[in-house]
């Protein structure tokens, strides 16, 4: 029995968006998650990403699950929270990046925030995790790795 990928994990997000990849594609990688990864990102989605889209409006996934052999061919961090199922990049379609990050500190139970790329007014995408560790980081990242930002 082959995986759904039109299933959803909450009302408003579908287990498609959290595993397509175009270098997964191109690589010949299969990026499909076990259920426990599955399960983990639908504690993401019931926690963070369905609250806040009830809140701020339509958001983009613009990378969730990461098999390992997919997480190494991007160069993501050695213990990517993106490889369990706790994490997603997200791009708020109708707020700024930063105004997404700033809500999600303030009204959601999280581990990282992390204001990738971009500038420091308008990072690239914000990655957001549910690892049950909740050390409520907000980070940015910096030359050679992160450091630690405010909202």
Known sequence: MSLDLSQ??????KLIEFVVSQTAERRGIDNTPQQLEIDRLKILCETILEPARAAL??????SGYRCPELNS?????????????YAADVIPLHV?????????ARNAQFDQIIL????PGEPAW????C?????????????????????
């Open 126 to 129: 914000i990655h957001v995790s």
């Open 57 to 62: 409006g339509s958001l983009r996934i613009s």
């Open 116 to 119: 990738e790329f971009g500038t």
């Open 96 to 104: 700024s990046r930063i105004e997404f990050a700033k809500w999600v």
């Open 8 to 13: 959803n994990l909450s009302p408003n997000f």
């Open 73 to 85: 061919a991007i160069g993501g961090a050695k213990h990517s929270a993106h490889m369990q199922g």
């Open 131 to 151: 690892d049950p560790r909740f050390r409520k980081q907000i980070l940015r990242t910096a030359h050679g790795g992160y450091e630690f930002a405010t909202l």
